[in-house]
């Protein structure tokens, strides 16, 4: 039998000659032209890959850089040394002759770009020492290019990169460094959108503990000069992993940074054993979310969440919270509780991918931007005093106008034509529902304001009785309960083509009082509910008859529509001529509690969110905005809609963040590789969330607040799709 020492020596050589072989795989592929870093060929990324490039371009302005090379296709750089006398002659110089261990990293010229990092997907060797070690690294880092791409940008560069797999793969190489003290970099905030904060993750060591997910690190968020702003986990003072010498350093590299690139970077840094600073790496940060502009409005769900609760299509938009907003808009206004200028430039109620959200400083949910400068404009004041008088004099006015007014409704409503009346006539009865929901939504807003509008029975609470007493035989179906006891409409939100599905039958809570006990302001909200069914209904008729007219292709898709576009379709004009591209808009978003608009999309307003993270079961926000879904672990058949909960941000889960919902890992950074993925994805993500796994087993409902880290999970079995919209006999009335 062999020894131990032949078997091992028998390993040496079995190692040395699939190291040899490497080498000679290189020297049959062609030896790559040497670029060294400092020189002006090395900065253009067409050649040097974008790493590389960022780096030439950094060290040339001044800033720390490690000496090295780049090897590049000799057909890209005509008359740069290439060859294996090159080649070797460059490895001797900077590796001292194989005595000092080197670091071979991939430069593609898809790396680092603006719109995709493709962070962490190509190969990095680290500690290569020797000329065998060295070209075999070579060829493992060219190797990686042939994996293809994945990510927002993979469809139209993939092709290249397959038809010449090395062609557009320079490899970058520099003096291996072992660091003190190193991590990541964001010369802005890039989960908030702020420009005015810096985020540092640092760990002991190198960054790439930290960049692959396997390390969380401490979370510094500075000021512009550098300055603590917040310590995540908190450090004892004067005993954090960097102190404020070395934090600003930092922020003096990420602004100079900024200035030789033209805009804030995220960055790889590491102080050496002797305190030197270093940059390692350079690239624009991708996905950055828009900022909102200072005078954008404070925008929210909360006050409206209530009567649309799910995502709304264009032609519910139309129908319903476009009356709600000028019917809100003109309770205001008489109320003088907003300038009527502001009123007319934007509607109080909005929309946002489907999502009703209302303005909370105008229906005062949310205090004044300014309340010093509200309190001394005297045009404020003289507003108030007018709407006062105003107000005085509709609190014995308003419950005999609002009688009248529901008279009217009940008597038009009565009225409607049936399901064989002409087309006309329908569209009509639609019509006027959009008119008299103004009114409704404005006389209903003002009872509010009025004293006593909170006492006394409501509407829900009727309809809860009238099923309660209904319930003992259950003879009827939801919808014959409802055509017998239309009070049931309340506990439903309005939807166009949804069958009414009523709660679980629920216990005795005493015996209904009718319709016209209920008060003023409850009776306007009961007739808002009618006059929308009736509209849902009148839609759903006039959608049938289009379809058998030929005219639309299937009757749940008139709800795409808007209601110019659908008056024009009943009068013959033909649909858009878009309408054949246009989709259902998914049930996906969820709006922060409070938020601004920043490029058409909700950014949260910080300390205004629902929940603290800590609350919520959450961690730290890495950014993509809000999501819901259902928890998955990665295994089995993936669910609709699906949060994946792992316990690291591993890099291979990359393939899976197309679609995804949501991403939540129990540990990592916000600034690591497959963070950084998630975002560009637009994959709202939570890291650093304890015992993520075991609390959200698959199949939990949860929510994912990208902003502030919150993990929110509903209580029982999740439902996905349409169930959430559709289906509300699981919730308890």
């Known amino acids: 039998m062999a020894t131990e020492a032949e078997r091992t020596a028998g390993a040496d050589d079995s190692d040395r000659a699939a190291r040899g072989a490497r080498a000679d795989r290189l020297a049959r592929a062609g030896w790559p032209a ?74 593609s010229a898809y790396e680092d770009a603006a719109d995709s990092s493709m962070a962490g997907w190509y190969e990095t060797v680290p500690d290569v020492r020797g000329w065998e070690d060295f070209a075999a690294a070579v060829r493992r880092v060219l190797d990686s290019a042939a994996r293809g791409l994945v990510g927002p940008a ?45 985020l540092v993750s640092a760990v002991d060591g190198g960054p790439d503990t ?21 310590v995540d986990p908190a450090e004892p003072p004067g005993e954090g992993l960097l102190g404020r010498g070395e934090l600003a350093r930092l922020a003096s590299l990420a602004r100079r940074a900024e200035r030789v690139f033209g805009g804030p970077q995220d960055v790889e840094f590491g102080f050496d054993p002797d305190g030197r600073l270093w940059l390692f790496q350079s690239r624009p940060i991708t996905a950055m979310p828009p900022r909102p502009p200072r005078t954008a409005r404070l925008l929210g769900p909360g006050p409206v969440a209530e009567t649309f609760p799910a995502v709304l299509q264009p032609l519910e938009e139309d129908l319903w919270v476009a009356p709600m907003a000028h019917g809100l808009a003109v309770a205001l206004d008489i109320a003088g509780t907003a300038p009527r200028r502001h009123l007319r430039a934007l509607p109080v109620v909005t929309t946002v991918d489907g999502r009703a959200a209302a303005d909370l400083r105008l229906l005062g949910a949310a205090k004044p931007a300014h ?54 006539r329908l569209l009509d009865a639609a019509g006027w529902g ?40 259950g003879a009827y179906d939801d919808a014959e309960l409802i055509a017998r006891h239309p009070v049931l409409l309340a506990l439903l939100p309005p939807a166009l083509g949804a069958a009414p599905v009523l709660p679980a039958r629920t216990r005795w809570s005493g015996v209904p009082r009718g319709v016209g006990a209920l008060p003023v302001r409850e009776g306007l909200r009961l007739r808002i509910r009618w006059v929308q069914e009736m509209q849902s209904r ?29 008056v024009a379709v009943a009068e013959g004009r033909g649909l858009p001529r878009d309408f054949a591209e246009r989709l259902p808009r998914p049930e996906r978003l969820v709006l922060p509690a409070a938020f601004r608009l920043a490029g058409g999309r909700p950014v949260a307003e910080p300390g205004r969110t629902a929940g ?70 637009g994959v709202p993500t939570a890291v650093g969330v304890p015992g993520a796994v075991g609390r959200f087993p698959p199949g939990t409902a949860l929510t994912v607040d990208g902003t502030t880290g919150a993990v929110t999970a509903a209580g029982g079995e999740a439902r996905t799709g349409d169930g959430a919209r559709g289906d509300s006999r699981e919730a308890a009335a």
Not at 379 to 407: E, K, V
């Open 434 to 473: 959009r008119t008299v929901l103004s009114a409704l939504h404005a006389q209903e807003s003002l009872a509010g304001a009025l004293p006593g509008a909170g006492a006394g029975a409501t509407a829900a609470g009727e309809a809860l009785a009238v099923l309660a007493e209904e319930g003992r035989d």
């Open 612 to 681: 603290a993270a800590g609350a919520a079961g959450g961690g730290q926000g890495a950014g993509g905005g809000a999501g819901a879904g259902v928890a998955w672990d990665g295994t089995g058949e993936r669910p609709p809609n699906a949060v994946l909960v792992v316990p690291v941000l591993d890099p291979g889960l990359a393939p899976q963040l197309a679609g995804l919902a949501g991403l939540v890992a129990e540990t990592g950074s916000a600034l690591s590789h497959l963070a950084v993925l998630a975002r560009e994805f």
């Open 371 to 424: 309340p010093v400068r509200d309190f001394l404009n005297p045009l404020r004041g003289a507003r108030l005093l007018g709407a006062a008088w105003r107000m005085g004099r509709l609190r014995t006015a308003l419950p005999a106008l609002a009688l009248d007014l529901m008279a009217e409704v009940d008597e038009q409503l009565a009225a409607v034509p049936g399901p064989a009346a002409a087309g006309g």
């Open 210 to 230: 930290l960049v692959d997910g396997t390390a969380q690190g401490i979370r510094y968020q500075l000021n512009r000069r550098g300055r603590r702003v917040a």
């Open 34 to 107: 040497v670029l060294p870093l400092h020189t002006g060929p090395a900065r253009d990324p067409d050649r040097a890959g974008a790493k590389a490039a960022n780096l030439a371009r950094a060290a040339a302005a001044g800033l720390p850089v490690l000496p090295g090379f780049v090897l590049t296709d000799p057909a890209l750089a005509p008359g740069v040394p290439a060859g294996p006398r090159a080649l070797r002659a460059a490895w001797r110089d900077l590796s001292e002759a194989g005595q000092r261990p080197l670091i071979v990293r991939s430069s």
């Open 154 to 198: 993979a469809a139209p560069r993939e092709a290249p990169l397959r038809a010449g797999a090395h062609a557009r793969m320079a490899v970058l190489v520099q003096p291996m460094l072992r660091p003190a003290a190193g991590g990541v970099m964001f010369g802005a905030d890039p989960v908030a959108g702020r420009h005015d904060r810096l």
């Open 538 to 566: 009148v839609v759903a008729e006039l959608a049938e008859r289009l379809v058998a007219a030929g005219a639309l292709d299937e009757a749940a898709r008139v709800a795409l529509l808007r209601w110019p576009e659908l």
